[in-house]
């Protein structure tokens, strides 16, 4: 089927990191025999101009909604297959990423760290769009875009993630639709556990996904100037230089020192995104994104 890969971000200060992030997607797109296309800051202007001024709170937002009108596009030009890739995700194991499906859609399903207790990990499992596919005979972008629509025309406040990860999870408690699986996600804590090879962190996270990865988003939204995360050694930071040696390690041996945490034991039952305790990790989360844009206002 002919399927065609997108990609945006800007074209001026791009961190090495990031670029090698783009090379790994589009190196895997020519493997694939997938065609390719990348967007520029341009990209937003996808945005309907009378959304524009809420949904540029959060630049979260603006690819959001971007990614889905782009889509949609691609679709209508031809194409039977759109995927979208964050630009901050590497793909490591080009050769093993593949992507059976071929009618209608599918968004990530993502195991995420949301605390440590007691020196244990305590995984959260959630939805996001870091890659998403579409098929030509989907059904999801015009209701997708009608809801994102609505919830930006409403006076409810805004978190970077309210039409992406928070939005997709309701979505996918409420309807069962596919799920990539071999992609995963590394956060500035999980990223330091893999390079110090933490195997009390590495394998019950490793248990939890129903397959091996062989892509991973390194959250460019969680970078900043600060510890990368609450209990971080002092000095470490998930920067430039360490980055690149994250990319290189799992690039070098196609993320067999990720995978090999991996048991496929797990076997997801049908209610594993609708447990309590996801519930209420999810109203915490909410709760404190509410606050937050309080403070603000």
Request: glycine share 6%.
């Amino acid at each position: 089927m002919r399927t065609v890969v997108y990609q945006s971000f800007r074209t001026r200060d791009v961190p090495s990191w990031i670029q090698a992030c783009l090379d790994s997607v589009r190196g895997w797109a020519d493997a694939q025999g997938f065609e390719y296309t990348f967007y520029d800051d341009r990209f937003f202007d996808l945005v309907p101009r009378e959304l524009y001024p809420r949904a540029s709170a959060h630049k979260c937002i603006l690819a959001d909604y971007a990614r889905l009108v782009a889509a949609k596009n691609l679709l209508a030009e031809g194409y039977d297959r759109a995927i979208w890739l964050d630009a901050d995700a590497l793909v490591f194991a080009p050769e093993k990423l593949t992507l059976p499906l071929s009618h209608g859609y599918a968004f990530c399903r993502e195991v995420w760290l949301d605390r440590v207790v007691f020196g244990r990990p305590q995984f959260k499992l959630t939805v996001n769009n870091a890659m998403s596919v579409f098929c030509s005979d989907q059904t999801i972008i015009d209701f997708y875009l009608h809801a994102a629509d609505e919830i930006l025309r409403s006076s409810k406040p805004l978190a970077p993630v309210s039409i992406g990860t928070e939005f997709l999870l309701k979505l996918r408690r409420a309807h069962p639709f596919p799920l990539v699986t071999n992609v995963g996600i590394l956060g500035p804590e999980m990223a330091y556990r893999y390079l110090q090879n933490e195997g009390s962190f590495l394998r019950p996270y490793l248990d939890f996904q129903t397959s091996a990865v062989y892509a991973a988003n390194l959250c460019l939204s969680h970078q900043s100037g600060g510890p990368a995360f609450k209990g971080a050694p002092a000095g470490w930071k998930l920067d430039e230089p360490t980055l690149l040696g994250l990319i290189r390690r799992l690039q070098q041996d196609e993320g067999a020192s990720l995978n090999q945490w991996f048991s496929g034991s797990y076997v997801a039952p049908a209610d594993e995104f609708d447990r309590p305790i996801s519930r209420y990790i999810g109203m915490r989360h909410a709760l404190r994104d509410v606050a937050r844009a309080a403070r603000k206002s």
